[in-house]
C-alpha cells in the first residue's frame, strides 16, 4: 500500500515548492541578522567586550559629572542656608535680649514665649532674613564677575561679628542728649565697619538696600500692632535702626561669602 509520504513527493506540486523554498530561506536570513543583532544589543557587556551603547562615551561620561556636579552644589547650597539659619536665630535672641534689658523694645505679655524674653517669630524670621542675605551676597558677586577678595578668613568675619554685636550694644546702652547724636554716631560705626571688612561696592549697595526694606518692613509691623518701640523719633521707629539693619546685612553677608569659598560652581544647562 503507497505512502502517503510517497503520495506527496510525487505530487507534481512537489517541485514548485521545491523551487520557492529557496527564496524564502534567503529572505530569512537578513531577518534572523537583525533579530540576532538587537538581542546582542539587550544583552549585559561582559567585562572587556566592546560597548555596543550607540551614544558616544563622552556623551554619557558628561552626564554622570553633571548629574555629579549638580547634586553637590544643591547640598552645598543647603548645608550654608542651615549654617545662615541658625546664625540668624543666635543673633537675633542675642541681640533682642539686649534691647529688651534697656527697655527698648516691648512686646506684649501674651507674646514673650521664649527662655530669651523675644517673641517667638522673631528668630525664625531673622534666621530667614540672614539665610536669604548670606546666600545672596555671593551670588550678586558672581553676577558682577567682581569676586570679594577682602579679608577672606574666618578670624575676619568672627571680628566683624564681634563689632556688629558691639554696635547694637551701643544703641541699647549709649545715652546721647538727643537720638540724632545717637544715630549718627551709629551711621559712622556701621560704614567704617563696611569699610574695614567689606571694602565692596556691591556689599555697599546690599547693605543699603536692606537697610531700606527692613525699614519698610519694621514700620509696617510697628504701625500693625505687632509690637512697639519706646519714645520712637523716626515714624514708628528709632532713627538709628536702619543703621543696625546696614550692619547686619554686611556682617551676614561676610558669612555667606566665607561659607562660599570653595563650594562647586552652579552647573550650567546645555
Known amino acids: 500500500m503507497p505512502r502517503l509520504h510517497d503520495h506527496f513527493w510525487s505530487c507534481p506540486c512537489a517541485g514548485a515548492a521545491r523551487y ?3 527564496p524564502r530561506v534567503r529572505a530569512a536570513g537578513p531577518a534572523a541578522q537583525v533579530g540576532g543583532m538587537i538581542t546582542a544589543s539587550r544583552r549585559p557587556s561582559a567585562p572587556g567586550a566592546p560597548d555596543t551603547d550607540p551614544a558616544p562615551r563622552s556623551q554619557r561620561a558628561g552626564h554622570g559629572v553633571h548629574g555629579g556636579r ?8 543647603v548645608q550654608r542656608s542651615l549654617v545662615l539659619f541658625s546664625v540668624g536665630v543666635v543673633l537675633a535672641l542675642v ?9 527698648v523694645t516691648l512686646f506684649p505679655d501674651e507674646v514673650i514665649a521664649t527662655i530669651f524674653s523675644s517673641a517667638w517669630w522673631v528668630p525664625p524670621c531673622c534666621g530667614t532674613a540672614a539665610a536669604v542675605v548670606g546666600l545672596l551676597y555671593p551670588c550678586i ?7 570679594h577678595k577682602f579679608k577672606r578668613e574666618w578670624a575676619s568675619v568672627m571680628r566683624c561679628i564681634a563689632v556688629f554685636v558691639g554696635i547694637n550694644h551701643a544703641s541699647a546702652k ?3 542728649a538727643n537720638n540724632i547724636q545717637l544715630s549718627l554716631t551709629l551711621a559712622a560705626l556701621s560704614l567704617g565697619l563696611w569699610w574695614t571688612f567689606d571694602r565692596s561696592r556691591s556689599g555697599l549697595g546690599l547693605g543699603i538696600t536692606i537697610a531700606f526694606l527692613a525699614t519698610l518692613i519694621t514700620q509696617f509691623l510697628v504701625y500693625n500692632g505687632v509690637y512697639q518701640y519706646t519714645s520712637p523719633d523716626f515714624l514708628y521707629i528709632r532713627s538709628w535702626l536702619p543703621c543696625i539693619f546696614f550692619s547686619g546685612g554686611v556682617t551676614v553677608g561676610n558669612i555667606g561669602r566665607q561659607l562660599a569659598m570653595g563650594v562647586p560652581e552652579k552647573p550650567h544647562s546645555d
Open 20 to 22: 520557492l523554498s529557496p
Open 141 to 147: 558677586d558672581s553676577h558682577l564677575g567682581e569676586p
Open 95 to 103: 541681640l533682642n535680649l539686649l534691647q529688651i534689658q534697656r527697655n
Open 70 to 77: 549638580a547634586g553637590s552644589w544643591h547640598h552645598h547650597l
Open 174 to 176: 549709649l545715652d546721647f
